[in-house]
C-alpha cells in the first residue's frame, strides 16, 4: 500500500510490545510514546494493539500505492499530503500516486503513522516490534513496500477526524515528571534524594530506544553505586556513580547493576519520550502507586483509550 520514498533517523515498525519474555532476557520495546501510538490507531479505527511506523529523530517519505487513510501523531513533526500540509493528530485521505512526507521540525522526537487496517508485518515472540539490538525485525529503508490489511470502515468515514491532544496530554519541553520512589532509595543521601527531586535536568546527546541518559546536579549515593543486577522496565531510573540519571526506555534491558531512585509512571512516559536532547528542562515530582494508577485510569476512561495489557 506504501511505497518507501527516502527514511532519515529511525523507521520502525512498533505495537504495544513483545510481553511475557522478560525472564528470558528480551526487551518489551514497543512504541516510545504509548499514548501517541494509542490515538493513531484510534484515529483510524483500528484494533488496540495494531502495527504502525514509528519514526525517531527524522524524516520520512511516503507514495501511496492505493487510496488509503492515513494518521500521524507524536510531537516534533508536520505532514505534507501531495500539496497541503497537515496538523499531527489527525487521519486524512491520501489518494493512490499522492506522496506523504512525515518531516521533522522541532517540539519532540517521535511520530507515529498509522493506516486504516494496520500494517502486516511477520511477529516474532507474538509482538511485530523491532528490536534492532536483539536482531527482531528490520528497520524500513527506501524501497521497502509495506502492506495493510483490511480498514474497519469504508476509507471515507475514518477520514477528517481529529484528536483533542491538547486535553490530554501536556506535550512540553519544561515537563513535570511524575515518579514513584524506587527500590535502593535507601542508597541515596537526604541530600542526594532532594537534589533529585528539586534540581532541572536536560537530555543528553547519548540517547536511544533503549534509555535516556540526563544531564544536570549529580546526585549523591549513600552506599555505593553497584549492586547484584535485578529486574528493569520502561521508567526504572538508574543512578550510576557519576551520579547523572539513566530512565529506561522501550528497549530497556530486562535487568541492571545500578540503583535505581525512581521509576516513572505511565502518564509521565509520553511526556519524557518527546524531550529534545539540549533543549529540554525536566523536572521530577514524586507521587504514589495509587495516584499513578487513579490517574492512568481516569486518562484511558475519559479519553476511551484501551490497553493491550
Not at 127 to 143: E, K, M, V, W
Not at 152 to 161: G, I, P, V
Amino acid at each position: 500500500m506504501l511505497e518507501v520514498l527516502d527514511v532519515s533517523g529511525l523507521v520502525t515498525f512498533q505495537d504495544s510490545g513483545r510481553h511475557g519474555f522478560a525472564s528470558y532476557g528480551v526487551p518489551t520495546s514497543g512504541s516510545m510514546d504509548w499514548f501517541a501510538y494509542q490515538a493513531a490507531n484510534s484515529l483510524v479505527g483500528n484494533s488496540v494493539n495494531a502495527t504502525v511506523i514509528e519514526i525517531g529523530l527524522g524524516e520520512a517519505v511516503f507514495r501511496a500505492k492505493r487510496n488509503c487513510i492515513l494518521a500521524v501523531t507524536g510531537a516534533g513533526f508536520e505532514v505534507l499530503n501531495y500539496v497541503w500540509t497537515f496538523p499531527l493528530w489527525t487521519s486524512f485521505f491520501v489518494r493512490a500516486g499522492w506522496v506523504v512526507h512525515v518531516k521533522k521540525t522541532s517540539g519532540g522526537n517521535w511520530a507515529y503513522l498509522a493506516a486504516a487496517g494496520g500494517f502486516e508485518v511477520e511477529t516474532v515472540l507474538n509482538s511485530s516490534s523491532t528490536y534492532l539490538r536483539g536482531g527482531l525485525g528490520d528497520s524500513i529503508h527506501a524501497g521497502d513496500i509495506l502492506q495493510t490489511g483490511k480498514p474497519s470502515n469504508e476509507l471515507l468515514k475514518l477520514a477528517a477526524r481529529n484528536f483533542p491532544v491538547e486535553k490530554y496530554m501536556a506535550y512540553s519541553q519544561s515537563p513535570v515528571i511524575e515518579v514513584i520512589p524506587g527500590p535502593q532509595k535507601e542508597r541515596f543521601t537526604e541530600e542526594g534524594l532532594l537534589t533529585f527531586l528539586n534540581s532541572e535536568y536536560t537530555l543528553s546527546a547519548s540517547f536511544d530506544r533503549m534509555g535516556y541518559r540526563l544531564d544536570g546536579s549529580p546526585i549523591q549515593h549513600s552506599a555505593g553505586a553497584d549492586l547484584i543486577s535485578e529486574g528493569m522496565m520502561m521508567g526504572s531510573i538508574q543512578v550510576p556513580a557519576n551520579g547523572q540519571p539513566i530512565i529506561m526506555m522501550a528497549d530497556s534491558p530486562t535487568t541492571g547493576g545500578y540503583p535505581k531512585i525512581a521509576c516513572v509512571v505511565k502518564t509521565s512516559l509520553p511526556l519524557l519520550a518527546q524531550c529534545e536532547s539540549g533543549v529540554s528542562k525536566i523536572r521530577f515530582k514524586e507521587t504514589t502507586v495509587e495516584e499513578a494508577q487513579n490517574k492512568y485510569r481516569e486518562l484511558r476512561t475519559e479519553r476511551g483509550l484501551q490497553s493491550a495489557v
